[in-house]
C-alpha cells in the first residue's frame, strides 16, 4: 500500500495530468472566472478523495483501535467491485448536487470511479492480491504481480498475457479519466492539418486576436466584480 499522499499525487498529477493542461492552457490564454478555479477545485478534491476511498478504513480503525488496517469495511474488501461501484454513485449525487445536470453528474461519476480503479491499480502493483472481483470471486487476485522478467522463461504464454491485460488495466483508467474530463469541458480538440493557403485564409489579423484577448480579460475582470458584489 503505497502512502495516501502518493495516490493522491498519482490520480492528480498523472491521470488527470490533460485536465490540468487543458486547464492552464486556456487561463494563461484567455483567462477564467473565478467559478471555474471553483470548478476545477471540486473536481480535484473529488478524484483525490475517491483515490483513496479504498483505504478509508484505516480512518476508523485508527482512532477504534490504534491500528491501520484498511482492507476491509466489516465483511466487505474496500478493494472491489462493490466498493467501485459506491465511488461511482457517490460522485454521481454530488455531481447531481454540483451542476444539476444528468449528463455531468454521469462524468463526474466515471471520473470518481477512475480515481477509485488507479488506487487499486497502484495497491496491485505495490503488494498485489486484491479481491478485485467480490462479490462474484472473493480470492486475490493480481495482474501486475506476474509482469515480472522472471516468469519470461518459465511461461511465456502466461507473462505475456498478464503483460496485455496490465496494459488493457491502465489503458482503461487513462481512458475514462480523459472521456470524463472531456465531457466535464476539460478535453482537447485534435486541429486537422491545413495548407499554407487555407491557413492564411483562416488567420485572424493579430491585431484583431489582441483585441479579442483584451475583450476577454475585461470580461473575466466584470464577471469576477460581479460574483464578489453577490
Ligand atoms: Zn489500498
Avoid at 485536465?19 to 478555479?37: E, H
Avoid at 448536487?97 to 453528474?105: S, T
Avoid at 515480472?148 to 483508467?173: E, H, L, M, P, R
Wanted: contains cysteine; negative net charge.
Amino acid at each position: 500500500m503505497p502512502y495516501p499522499i502518493v495516490h493522491m499525487m498519482f490520480f492528480v498529477l498523472c491521470i488527470s495530468l490533460p485536465g490540468l493542461f487543458s486547464f492552464a492552457q486556456t487561463a494563461l490564454s484567455s483567462g477564467v472566472y473565478k467559478r471555474d478555479w471553483w470548478n476545477l477545485l471540486l473536481l480535484l478534491s473529488i478524484g483525490a478523495f475517491f483515490s483513496l476511498l479504498p483505504d478509508i478504513p484505516a480512518v476508523w480503525n485508527y482512532f477504534l483501535f490504534g491500528n491501520l488496517d484498511h482492507g476491509m469495511a466489516g465483511p466487505v474488501p474496500t478493494h472491489s467491485l462493490v466498493f467501485g461501484i459506491v465511488a461511482f454513485c457517490s460522485a454521481f449525487i454530488l455531481g447531481l448536487l454540483a451542476y444539476r445536470q444528468r449528463d455531468r453528474a454521469l462524468a463526474l461519476g466515471m471520473y470518481a470511479e477512475a480515481a477509485f480503479l488507479s488506487h487499486l491499480l497502484l495497491d496491485d502493483i505495490a503488494e498485489g492480491g486484491l479481491s478485485y472481483l467480490y462479490p462474484f470471486y472473493d480470492k486475490p487476485m493480481s495482474m501486475f504481480s506476474y509482469v515480472n522478467v522472471k516468469y519470461s522463461g518459465i511461461d511465456f504464454q502466461g507473462y505475456n498475457t498478464a503483460g496485455i491485460v496490465s496494459v488493457f488495466f491502465i489503458f482503461c483508467v487513462l481512458l475514462m479519466a480523459l472521456m470524463a474530463l472531456n465531457y466535464l469541458g476539460f478535453g482537447f480538440r485534435y486541429e486537422p492539418l491545413r495548407s499554407k493557403a487555407e491557413t492564411a485564409c483562416n488567420q485572424i489579423p493579430l491585431a484583431s486576436q489582441h483585441a479579442t484577448r483584451e475583450i476577454r480579460e475585461i470580461q473575466v475582470m466584470n464577471a469576477d466584480i460581479i460574483e464578489d458584489e453577490y
